[in-house]
T-cell receptor, first 114, second 115 residues
């Protein structure tokens, strides 16, 4: 079956712009989590959605937002982009809430802010 | 607070030799432990997990990991390394059954296998 699909794979944006990233989970998976990966900070948790509801949010400013649709697809939006937002954004899906389910990650969207 | 440490930024091994990637953790309660691998420009791929049961866990691509409660370690091992094993490896831990927000990832260890 198809894996986790993230689009686009690469993005270049200018400071001050906004961006929307998309994640399609594995069919049947209802949980979607987002992470930011940078060389300096490693993997940092952004949000977790389950059944269209945000269940948890990491320590990121309000410029970072997300949502999940009824088909479990999720989008992440970053407004007023800053240079420090340049990172690989990873989405992970799971069949349920809880770490024992295991997570399948997408290939990520590499965002570069110039 | 829970934490996970990967003390080596890089591990270099000759092809055919055994490899070990180290991971230590600190959690309150029973740990759930995971190993993931990341190839260039790709997301993380799940290798194996320990939740309960046998301390030796076998995973994908011939990897295994040993849970050692007394040393709070969960080292990743493989008896014979392949060049294709070269990648970035992440250890992760959560305190028992937790949501994604409670899973802590290590800083990663770059594994380099030389032919």
């Amino acid at each position: 079956k198809a894996g986790v699909t993230q689009t686009p794979r690469y993005l270049i944006k200018t400071r001050g712009q906004q961006v929307t990233l998309s994640c399609s989970p594995i069919s049947g998976h209802r949980s979607v989590s987002w992470y930011q990966q940078t060389p300096g900070q490693g993997l940092q948790f952004l949000f977790e959605y389950f059944s269209e509801t945000q269940r948890n949010k990491g320590n990121f400013p309000g410029r970072f937002s997300g949502r999940q649709f009824s088909n479990s697809r999720s989008e992440m939006n970053v407004s007023t982009l800053e240079l420090g937002d340049s990172a690989l954004y990873l989405c992970a899906s799971s069949s349920g809430l809880g770490s024992d389910y295991g997570y399948t990650f997408g290939s990520g969207t590499r965002l570069t802010v110039v | 607070a829970q934490s996970v440490a990967q003390p080596e930024d890089q591990v270099n091994v000759a092809e055919g030799n055994p490899l070990t990637v180290k991971c230590t953790y600190s959690v309150s309660g029973n740990p759930y432990l995971f190993w993931y691998v990341q190839y260039p420009n790709r997301g993380l791929q799940f290798l194996l997990k320990y939740i309960t049961g046998d301390n030796l866990v076998k995973g994908s691509y011939g990897f295994e990991a040993e849970f050692n409660k007394s040393q709070t370690s969960f080292h990743l091992k493989k008896p014979s390394a392949l060049v294709s094993d070269s990648a970035l490896y992440f250890c992760a831990v959560s305190s028992g059954y937790s949501s994604a927000s409670k899973i802590i990832f290590g800083s990663g260890t770059r594994l380099s296998i030389r032919p």
